[in-house]
């Protein structure tokens, strides 16, 4: 690498931890800095706080290699470091639009303690003209002689594949309004080989909640369509090849199912809904899509009910915890809505995932039983829910978990299996979209 740079992440969450260790990765010195004393205490002694396939190890290699650091100390960071990024979370408010407290909070931490030029990055998500707020907020707190520069540098991770998408992103977007910022941004983003888009601060801010929101968008238009084909005897998979093929529409984002969660795509769409409004636009495109992606839920709902139709004191194994695979994350995760629906109907409810079962067993204790695998769960069970399509569920012995199951039923809620295969196995299986298979 032509030039290392000191780097400062504020904010040790799922972003601000990737964003740091990957930019270490890359032969920059990064401090990370986090108001939290037992998660900086944890991440010196070398534990990560979030499960990522291969994060642990790359975060190994350059904490033993001392090319990252941490500390509670905002002020470190910022006298220490030329690049600063904000990295803290944006919890969502009640009514939808982003928390924006830790953003400012940061601002003026880094106002607080600026004594030289810097260039502070926002990297977490934000509204459009956040970044406008943040230079404010910096010159009113900072030192009136001290030379700054604000950029936004949005994150197109996506969990369970981050480092892939770090290292071969389809973009990289800057909002920047200086020569001299945009220079050090490209040096630091140098290690990379990637598109860069350059824009205004605005225009950067809006790409990021513009593009999450398409792409949840997308997801409600192939399960509305999921819909129309189980009314029409249609199947979605057929529709969304057919639809896939047209370069102009492209097959990602494509998978009907039991709708999206996670921590991004709800939290966006919401707030993107409630930005727009407040700027004077009713932008109710995205209230629809939320409407199908909660429909979705439900839909699944009804086709248990549909295969055993009186829920109380039935036993169903739910396959598959976390909002998507390769993540231990649950937050807005469709399997928490469906078990706490089950729970309401008084079914028994017995869950597996190969890594969230500590997450969810901090949700829901001993009101439902965890299983250490698939077959545990299929023991006794009148119907088995598969809600994430991990790795391991994809190739499942139904022979052997039709000996172990009251009713061989499943309900496939990523629609992983073909209709016609478990029709052969013997199954009733009912997917989201495809025809419909009963085997009783
Ligand atoms: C998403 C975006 O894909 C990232 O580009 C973005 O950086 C990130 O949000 C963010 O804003 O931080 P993520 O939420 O981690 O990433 O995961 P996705 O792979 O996008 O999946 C989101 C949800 O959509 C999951 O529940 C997934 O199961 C669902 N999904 C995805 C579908 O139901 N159907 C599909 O065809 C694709």
């Given at each position: 690498?032509?030039?290392?740079?000191?780097?400062?992440?504020?904010?040790?969450?799922?972003?601000g931890?990737?964003?740091?260790?990957?930019?270490?990765d890359?032969?920059?010195?990064?401090?990370?800095?986090?108001?939290?004393k037992?998660?900086?205490?944890?991440?010196q002694?070398?534990?990560l706080?979030?499960?990522?396939?291969?994060?642990d190890?790359?975060?190994?290699?350059v904490?033993?290699d001392?090319?990252?650091?941490?500390?509670?100390?905002t002020?470190?960071?910022?006298q220490?470091?030329?690049?600063?990024?904000?990295?803290?979370?944006?919890?969502?408010?009640?009514?939808?639009?982003?928390?924006?407290?830790g953003?400012?909070?940061?601002?003026?931490?880094?106002?607080?303690?600026?004594?030289?030029?810097?260039?502070?990055?926002?990297?977490?998500?934000?509204?459009?003209?956040?970044?406008?707020?943040?230079?404010?907020?910096?010159?009113?707190?900072?030192?009136?002689?001290v030379?700054?520069?604000?950029?936004?540098?949005?994150e197109?991770l996506?969990?369970?594949s981050?480092?892939?998408d770090?290292?071969n992103?389809?973009?990289?977007?800057?909002?920047?309004?200086s020569?001299?910022?945009?220079k050090?941004?490209?040096?630091?983003?140098?290690?990379?080989?990637?598109?860069?888009?350059v824009?205004?601060?605005?225009?950067?801010?809006?790409?990021?909640?513009?593009?999450?929101?398409?792409?949840?968008?997308?997801?409600?238009?192939?399960?509305?369509?999921?819909?129309?084909?189980?009314?029409?005897?249609?199947?979605?998979?057929?529709?969304?090849?057919?639809?896939?093929?047209?370069a102009?529409?492209?097959?990602?984002?494509?998978?009907a199912?039991?709708?999206?969660?996670?921590?991004?795509?709800?939290?966006?769409v919401?707030?993107?809904?409630?930005?727009?409004?407040?700027?004077?636009?009713s932008?109710?495109?995205?209230?629809?899509?939320?409407r199908?992606?909660?429909?979705?839920?439900?839909?699944?709902?009804?086709?248990?009910?549909?295969?055993l139709?009186?829920l109380?004191?039935?036993?169903?194994?739910?396959?598959?915890?976390?909002?998507?695979?390769g993540?231990?994350?649950?937050?807005?995760?469709?399997?928490?809505?469906?078990?706490?629906?089950?729970?309401?109907?008084?079914?028994?409810?017995?869950?597996?995932?190969?890594?969230a079962?500590?997450?969810v067993r901090?949700?829901?204790?001993?009101k439902?039983?965890?299983?250490?695998?698939?077959?545990?769960?299929?023991?006794?069970?009148?119907?088995?829910?598969l809600?994430?399509?991990?790795?391991?569920?994809?190739?499942?012995?139904?022979?052997?978990l039709?000996?172990?199951?009251?009713?061989?039923?499943?309900?496939d809620?990523r629609?992983?299996?073909?209709?016609?295969?478990?029709?052969?196995k013997?199954?009733?299986?009912?997917?989201?979209?495809?025809?419909?298979?009963?085997?009783?």
């Amino acid at each position: 690498m032509e030039k290392s740079l000191d780097v400062a992440v504020v904010g040790t969450g799922y972003v601000g931890l990737i964003t740091g260790v990957l930019f270490a990765d890359m032969g920059h010195n990064v401090i990370c800095a986090d108001v939290d004393k037992n998660k900086i205490n944890a991440l010196q002694n070398g534990d990560l706080p979030i499960y990522e396939e291969g994060l642990d190890a790359i975060f190994q290699e350059v904490h033993a290699d001392g090319r990252i650091s941490f500390t509670t100390s905002t002020a470190r960071a910022v006298q220490e470091c030329t690049v600063i990024f904000i990295a803290v979370g944006t919890p969502s408010t009640p009514s939808g639009a982003p928390d924006l407290s830790g953003v400012a909070a940061a601002a003026r931490d880094i106002a607080n303690n600026l004594d030289d030029y810097r260039v502070i990055v926002e990297k977490s998500t934000v509204p459009v003209q956040t970044g406008e707020q943040v230079k404010t907020t910096i010159e009113r707190y900072a030192d009136t002689d001290v030379n700054f520069d604000v950029v936004s540098n949005p994150e197109f991770l996506a969990e369970g594949s981050a480092l892939q998408d770090a290292r071969n992103p389809d973009r990289i977007v800057l909002g920047v309004n200086s020569d001299r910022a945009e220079k050090i941004m490209r040096d630091l983003y140098q290690p990379i080989d990637a598109p860069m888009i350059v824009t205004d601060l605005s225009s950067a801010e809006l790409i990021k909640h513009a593009s999450n929101s398409f792409l949840a968008m997308k997801i409600s238009y192939i399960n509305a369509i999921s819909r129309i084909c189980d009314l029409s005897g249609a199947n979605v998979d057929e529709v969304a090849k057919g639809m896939g093929m047209d370069a102009r529409i492209a097959d990602s984002f494509l998978n009907a199912g039991v709708g999206y969660g996670g921590s991004c795509f709800p939290k966006d769409v919401d707030a993107f809904y409630r930005i727009s409004e407040d700027l004077g636009y009713s932008f109710d495109l995205l209230k629809e899509v939320q409407r199908i992606n909660r429909e979705q839920r439900k839909r699944l709902m009804k086709y248990i009910e549909k295969e055993l139709w009186v829920l109380s004191d039935k036993k169903i194994g739910i396959l598959g915890l976390s909002f998507k695979p390769g993540t231990d994350d649950i937050r807005r995760a469709p399997s928490i809505y469906l078990i706490e629906e089950l729970l309401d109907r008084g079914c028994q409810v017995s869950a597996y995932d190969p890594k969230a079962i500590d997450n969810v067993r901090d949700k829901f204790g001993s009101k439902i039983t965890y299983g250490e695998s698939t077959e545990q769960i299929a023991e006794d069970a009148d119907c088995l829910v598969l809600l994430t399509e991990w790795e391991e569920f994809q190739s499942l012995d139904f022979d052997h978990l039709k000996q172990k199951m009251v009713h061989p039923i499943f309900i496939d809620g990523r629609n992983i299996y073909d209709p016609e295969k478990m029709e052969q196995k013997g199954w009733t299986y009912r997917s989201v979209g495809r025809p419909v298979i009963q085997n009783e």
